[in-house]
């Protein structure tokens, strides 16, 4: 019996144990097979990598042969020029593709893939007159508007810009400028570099450049959809607008549409801070004399936060938006601080069958708020209780006038429309408009003051473009300052560009 | 069996191919657009940045393509200059290192074809010409298959787990290209020698492929809009030389092309160099240049 059983049972073992390697088998068959599958692959791109490589060295050999055609072509052109009479060769290479250079071909200084550099020289020139007398600074705010009556130079504008090295971007802008006095000036009008790929939607930028607030103050005047800057951009940013030596960070953010937020720090002095620390070369600004430091501590930077996102209205509309701010010092007081904010707005329409970007629309606006927070001052200078000559007395007492601490607060802004309404012509409307919230102290011991006081400026112009390297413009401005009156300007703009034209940023 | 062992794990890592994402990749121009969505199919999802009805010289630089330019991995671009007027700033807000010159998903389609008309001398006296020589070399079939390789090897670079896929795709594509090709030569052998007009000089490569001279301008120079006595130059000379055809880009001015038609005898041709551009192009490259073809065979015999 018990034997019985462990035979039965060994038996049953074995049995089983004869399954188990009969499944083993089929596995081993299987994975045998799965082997030889891959092994089949394997040999199968071998075999494309090899008639890869093939066809490589077939386009290498083609190639070279290419090389050794234009090289007895160069000893041809060589053998013809050793002719005692030498033919010309021929104008245009249609035909023959790319030639290697030779002595006689142009060296090439700018372009896109040809160099390390584009370069480009930019005119923008002036003509006209006014019925206002006081045309420079005083009708026309922008250090680029014309500025007298005749001829002015805008400015002529050198561009430098490339690829650094794979982690930046430069540019500079060298701006010439002639001024009302004949008298050449020279800025550094933009110097800086840019990151190109920063991890995490990040960007730097940092040196000398246009701080962006708001849509007008970070372009350049050869740019512009008019002759002059708009009152707001004068009277607030100042003629030669809000820029300065810095450091700029920006993110894009994650969202489905474009939206970006810029955050900028530059020093705060200078006279491209306008509404800031700048000294207004020593003469009064806002009622009161302006005293200005180098940058002693972090609070005496411009910190300039701005937030854009942009919209696709439809296939052939986009909106663009912007808010943008502006805090830091100004120089009339040792805590004298200055808010600028700003929004803007840009819409354009352009046609999914537009010839050279013709026919289009475009509408653009920017409102600005200036709190100006104006420091106590004493306009007893020398401190000797008299009234010397340059102390002011507005109120006739005798006495050097002590101004109190005062918040100035000032606002403005500009709409304009432009349509280009058939290829290379544009016709443009522009309104304009800033004023003060109220009547300062100082303004009613002194009088109201023209950098204060509302006013309102109309100008519709046409614009012809023979190409894009070239423009001519006719403005009209109808200016009506308050205390004033009402003053006629017409100009003509004119425009040559030469070399690399920049890429036009939306 | 050490040999086995290795080549199983070299399978295996080859075969891990777990659902992996398609491969972004965005076309600035919709010829590009097309060739790569031949090349990636499935394993791709391709954006084109201009409208294959607009000039592709003057395409807006909208912030929205900033975004799609930041999120891709790729970009096709022609590489000669058509898109330097607004392709700058939009890499440059993109800040894509995958997308910088030299990247792997900065593909230049332009590698490996010879460009013609390229000046010897730049003057912009004489118009608006690229530097780099006629960027609108794709007309040519043969040049469009040297991109389709371009971007197959550029993708398969990319995604090495579809290689295949890419570089069977590019081989199909250049099959059925070599076939048609045959086929749109010899509908257009007859024709071989004859002029036609059109409004912008973007066919150096097709007349060369196909012997037919597109050689007489609307334009005086390119990029500079036609003057009356410019036109009045180019109804003469068709007359004289008997030109039948004029072809016309849809964002081109149609009512000049019509005038100078009506004026000479000849027949306006609804042209593109994009899919898309004109209706029932909207299959892709082939397709595209099937329509030309045809289209043009058929209006220089009507006459």
């Known amino acids: ?506 | 069996m050490k040999k086995q062992f290795f080549l199983l794990a070299v399978a295996l890592g080859l075969s891990a191919t777990s659902a992996h994402a398609k491969l972004n990749v965005i076309a600035t121009l919709p010829d590009l657009g097309a060739l790569a969505a031949e090349i990636g199919g499935d394993k791709v999802s391709v954006t084109t940045l201009a409208r294959p009805t607009e000039d592709p010289h003057f395409v807006d630089a909208k912030p929205s393509f900033i975004v799609k330019l930041n999120r891709a991995d790729a970009l096709i671009e022609g590489g000669a200059e058509l898109e330097t007027g607004w392709l700058p700033p939009l890499l440059e807000g993109a800040r894509n290192a995958k997308l910088a010159p030299g990247a792997p998903g900065r593909v230049r389609c332009n590698q490996g074809v010879q460009l013609l008309e390229v000046p010897t001398t730049l003057d912009r006296a004489k118009g608006d010409i690229h530097a780099a020589g006629n960027p609108h070399y794709l007309m040519d079939p043969l040049n469009a298959k040297i991109a389709a390789q371009t971007i197959a090897d550029a993708f398969a670079q990319l995604d090495p787990k579809s290689a295949e896929v890419f570089q069977a795709n590019a081989k199909k594509f250049a099959a059925t290209l070599e076939t048609k090709l045959a086929e749109w030569q010899k509908l257009l052998e007859p024709f071989k020698g004859r002029h036609v007009v059109a409004y912008h000089n973007s066919w150096p490569y097709f007349s060369q492929r196909f012997g037919v001279q597109v050689d007489l301008f609307l334009e005086p120079k390119p990029g500079i809009p036609p003057s009356p006595s410019h036109l009045a130059g180019v109804i003469a000379k068709m007359k004289e030389e008997k030109i039948r055809v004029i072809f016309v880009e849809p964002h081109l001015n149609r009512k000049i092309a019509e005038t100078v038609a009506r004026n000479s005898g000849a027949a306006v041709v609804e042209a593109c160099q994009f899919p898309g551009g004109v209706k029932g192009t909207e299959g892709g490259y082939i397709q595209m240049m099937d329509y030309l073809v045809h289209t043009l065979a058929k209006a220089l015999a009507d006459k």
């Open chain 1, 1 to 506: 019996m018990k034997l019985k059983t462990i035979i039965v049972l060994s038996t049953a073992l074995c049995v089983s144990a004869v399954g188990l390697s009969a499944q083993e088998a089929k596995q081993m068959e299987q994975l045998q097979q799965q082997l030889r599958q891959m092994q089949e692959q394997f040999e199968k791109q071998q075999e494309l990598q090899r008639q890869q490589i093939e066809g490589l060295r077939k386009q290498i050999e083609a190639l070279q042969k290419n090389q050794a055609a234009a090289s007895s072509e160069q000893e041809k052109v060589r053998q013809m020029m050793e002719r005692p009479i030498a033919a010309a060769p021929p104008d245009t290479a249609a035909g023959l593709g790319k030639k290697p250079w030779r002595p006689t071909d142009p060296l090439r200084v700018f372009g896109g893939q040809q160099s390390y550099m584009n370069i480009s020289f930019d005119g923008l020139f002036a003509m006209g007159g006014s019925t206002a007398r006081d045309i420079e600074g005083g009708t026309q705010l922008g250090g680029h508007d014309p500025t007298q009556r005749g001829f002015t130079l805008q400015n002529l504008e050198l561009t430098f810009d490339g690829a650094v090295d794979p982690y930046f971007r430069g540019q500079a802008n060298v701006v010439l400028q002639i001024d009302s006095a004949g008298e050449t000036i020279i800025e550094a009008e933009e110097a800086y570099l840019e990151t190109l790929s920063l991890p995490g939607r990040l960007q730097l930028k940092a040196g000398q450049y246009f701080t962006e607030f708001g849509r007008h103050n970070p372009t350049h005047p050869h740019t512009w959809g008019f002759v002059d800057t708009p009152l707001v951009n004068g009277r607030f940013l100042g003629g030669d607008g809000l820029r300065n030596l810095g450091a700029r960070a920006s993110w894009l953010l994650p969202t489905p549409f474009y939206s970006e937020l810029f955050f900028s720090v530059q020093n705060g002095h200078g006279e491209t801070a306008h509404s800031f620390r700048n000294g207004h070369e020593g003469g009064p600004f806002l009622g009161r004399l302006h005293t200005v430091n180098r940058v002693t501590s972090p609070g005496d930077f411009i910190f300039t936060p701005r937030y854009a996102a942009s919209f696709e209205l439809t296939d052939a509309q986009t909106l663009l938006l912007g808010a943008s701010a502006a805090f830091g010092k100004n120089g009339s007081g040792p805590d004298a601080r200055t808010q600028l904010y700003g929004v803007d707005a840009f819409w354009k329409w352009k046609p999914a069958n537009h010839s050279g970007g013709f026919p289009f629309v475009s509408w653009q606006t920017e409102a600005m708020l200036r709190k100006y927070s104006a420091g106590a001052f004493n306009w007893d200078l020398n401190a000797d209780g008299i009234l010397d000559p340059g102390e002011q007395d507005g109120d006739g007492d005798g006495v050097a006038d002590i101004l109190p601490r005062e918040l100035l607060t000032d606002y403005g802004f500009y709409s304009q429309l432009s349509y280009g309404f058939r290829p290379g012509w544009v016709a443009g409307l522009r309104g304009d408009y800033v004023t003060r919230s109220r009547q300062a102290v100082y303004e009613a011991l002194y009088g109201d003051d023209a950098d204060r006081l509302a006013r309102w400026r109309v100008s519709p112009n046409l614009t012809w473009y023979p190409s894009e390297f070239s423009k001519i413009r006719l403005q009209y401005n109808y200016d009506r300052r308050d205390r004033v009156g009402t003053d006629h300007s017409l100009w003509l703009q004119f425009e040559f560009l030469l070399g690399a034209h920049a890429a036009h940023k939306f």
